[in-house]
């Protein structure tokens, strides 16, 4: 966890597809979609190619302002753990800072993990980010 | 510590007591009353029954805006460990998101734990928190 | 790391310095400064003495209006883990809280960390603070 969002804060984001399994499942969503079932999402990736490709994207797209972000990771909660998979539960806040130094709160709220485990290697199979807040920038493009 | 702070950020309140020992004692101070050695609380607690009427109590007068917490907290620091008991320090930020999406830094501060171990039960025997700002909203009603 | 920002945050600067072994290197830059590979600090301490004087310097200067923090560590990850020294990466946040109460984000970034592990005892032999916004208070004499 603490790599994963280490490269994406470094924007090592060529390297954030390989913390995936290769049919793995990433989702972001707010609150209250999540909370009533509903299947809209901010973003949604399904299977590794499809992750290269939002990269790619990203980094043919990428007009905005230059910014940085910083995501702290609070206390993990294991929600079961197998032979073959662990599944978790944290919170997570994202500082943004503008290249004029501004900083703000760009994201709070939890996410979802599911981890597969083959050996020695461990790779997300599933990640759900939930967002507390609606007032998402949809032009959001960074991995979270 | 992960377990407690996504129960009260999934709003599920009335499982909260439960972290707690039956005569546990719980308190949410400011660091300038808890500096000077003040009693003076923004919320006090004694005894697993008085933790349930303040989330009775919450339940029925809830007339705010519906607003939702993300509780993330630092490393923590494990400073007594006995065979009955842990006492731990932490660092914790909570971000509250209002309905229209702002989101705001609601609180901030650390807090003193005391756990307590009775074979694979662990408990909150004492929860002490120290809030940074004294600009706290005395109608705060939800649990920190 | 949580005994060292809990340090900080108690405003027990005195015992700063000894979280160090005697010849370590501190530095705080901004991440633009580091990226360009460029010598720049906000602050820069070589030697335990120096530690110490910057501490007496601050005790001595200290003219502006009270203020706390609040610094949390996010999810920490082991780069380098040998018999007599340990590297680590990990993200933080700090929130400034005003004698009126106002909170705000004072800084946030990432530190890189080397600490020295001789018997029982572990010391920082190198750290680095990067810091992602370059609007710091030129002012600033706290340690991070």
């Not at 994406?8 to 913390?19: G, Q």
Request: contains cysteine; negative net charge.
């Amino acid at each position: 966890m603490a790599g994963y969002v280490h490269t994406i804060d470094a924007d090592r984001l060529e390297e954030w597809p390989d913390f995936f399994t290769d049919d793995a499942k990433y989702r972001v969503c707010t609150r209250e979609n999540f909370d009533l079932g509903l299947p809209l999402s901010v973003m949604s990736c399904t299977g590794r190619g499809m992750f290269r490709d939002r990269i790619s994207a990203l980094r043919t797209a990428n007009i905005f302002e230059p910014h940085v972000y910083c995501h702290v990771i609070g206390a993990l909660r294991i929600v079961e753990a197998g032979a073959a998979h662990v599944r978790t539960e944290s919170n997570f806040q994202v500082i943004r800072t503008m290249v004029d130094g501004t900083m703000s709160i760009f994201a709070c709220g939890r996410s979802l993990d599911t981890f597969s485990i083959k050996g020695d290697t461990v790779k997300l199979a599933e990640r759900t980010v939930i967002l507390d807040s609606r007032q998402i920038d949809t032009l959001l493009v960074i991995p979270l």
